[in-house]
């Protein structure tokens, strides 16, 4: 099992950069796959980005292609996602999510998921 709480959320201006972290409570942290997806008002969940658990393959949204970057670091239990040029499009609650299945975890079908942060970006 994997408890998974995320920080870093808030607000920012459109061009600015945040970066989230997600820390995982478990002792198995290598053996998940994480992303990350994002929920704006009324939306539904959109996937964002995957990472391996080895990290050697990542997986991004089209939207955010350029923009966003994961990355992991196993020793830490932590994943992460620096977001650069931000738009007011990208205004949405962020979930970090994690499950030992890529194809469970890019189809939104994760085992685990945060409570997410907030993401806010004015024009």
């Known amino acids: 099992q994997a408890q998974l709480v995320e920080s870093g959320g808030g607000l920012v201006q459109a061009g600015g950069s945040l970066r989230l972290s997600c820390a995982a409570s478990?002792?198995?942290?290598?053996?998940?796959?994480m992303g990350w997806f994002r929920q704006a008002p009324g939306k539904e969940r959109e996937f964002v980005v995957a990472i391996r658990r080895r990290g050697g393959s990542i997986y991004y949204a089209d939207s955010v292609k350029g923009r966003f970057t994961i990355s992991r670091d196993n020793a830490k239990n932590t994943v992460y996602l620096q977001m650069s040029s931000l738009k007011p499009e990208d205004t949405a609650v962020y979930y970090c999510?994690?499950?030992?299945?890529?194809?469970?975890?890019?189809?939104?079908?994760?085992?685990?998921w945060g409570q997410g942060t907030q993401v806010t970006v004015s024009s």
């Open positions: 478990t002792r198995t942290f290598s053996i998940y796959e």
């Open positions: 999510a994690a499950d030992d299945s890529w194809d469970r975890l890019v189809t939104g079908r994760a085992a685990y």
